[in-house]
């Protein structure tokens, strides 16, 4: 038991910029393919930059991911910039041909990471719900 609560504690995360989510208007497909691409591409940088952490969430008993809101776009590319060496991170531009009038900052992904690896500025963040 205490096993499988340990395999649960891997997360990835997608963290949302308020603009990108406002342009979305509502549109649940565009929203889905971002976050898959944050959880995707965070994934492919912790193989190539983090092996151990993309293996331990890999081997995990549950393919935990939490979406979550950034208090403004700034704050997030701030954010991005700070924590980047220390995390597998990526930063999800969409390119503009739906439904943003150009490329755009739509999300954060970080992870693999333990529940109590977060920082403490995710920790103060709100559900995407």
């Known amino acids: 038991m205490e096993h499988e609560q340990a395999q649960r504690e891997w997360r990835m ?8 989510l ?4 509502g549109n649940r497909g565009k929203l889905a393919a971002q976050a898959g691409h944050a959880y995707l591409h965070t994934f492919w940088d ?3 930059r983090f092996p151990e952490r993309a293996l331990a969430y890999r081997n ?3 393919a935990v991911k939490i979406a979550l809101l950034a208090p403004s776009d700034e704050w ?7 924590q980047r060496q220390d995390w597998p991170m990526t930063q999800i531009i969409d390119a503009g041909f739906t439904c943003f ?3 755009t900052l739509t999300c954060v992904g970080m992870g693999p990471l333990r529940k109590e690896e ?12």
Request: aromatic residues 10%; proline residues 8%; charged residues 20%.
């Open 13 to 20: 995360v997608a963290i949302f910029s308020p603009i990108a």
């Open 60 to 62: 995990s008993a549950h």
């Open 76 to 82: 997030l590319n701030q954010w991005f910039t700070q």
């Open 118 to 129: 977060y920082p403490e500025d995710i920790k103060k963040l709100k559900l995407l719900l």
């Open 101 to 103: 009038e150009g490329p």
């Open 46 to 48: 912790a193989e190539e």
């Open 22 to 25: 406002a342009a979305m208007k």
